[in-house]
């Protein structure tokens, strides 16, 4: 997944978390939230490991 469409996907998941929250749908928007925040630490690497496969990155 290239970085701009990640962002579009994280920046997504987040507007629907924001809209779930604004319209009273907490549980709803506590999913989109937390599915945003794994999808913005997972670090999806194809060179290393099999398909379907990612890590969490190096953390500095």
Same mark, same amino acid.
């Given at each position: 997944?290239?970085?701009? !469409?990640?962002?579009?996907? %994280?920046?997504? *998941? $987040?507007?629907m978390?924001?809209?779930?929250?604004? !319209?009273?749908?907490?549980? %709803?928007?506590? *999913? $989109?939230?937390?599915?945003?925040?794994?999808?913005?630490?997972?670090?999806?690497?194809?060179?290393?490991?099999?398909?379907?496969?990612?890590?969490?990155?190096?953390?500095?």
């Amino acid at each position: 997944m290239s970085d701009l !469409s990640k962002d579009i996907f %994280i920046g997504g *998941l $987040f507007v629907m978390g924001l809209v779930g929250f604004i !319209s009273g749908e907490f549980i %709803i928007s506590s *999913l $989109f939230f937390a599915t945003a925040a794994i999808a913005s630490n997972a670090k999806v690497s194809r060179n290393d490991m099999k398909p379907g496969l990612f890590s969490w990155g190096e953390f500095k």
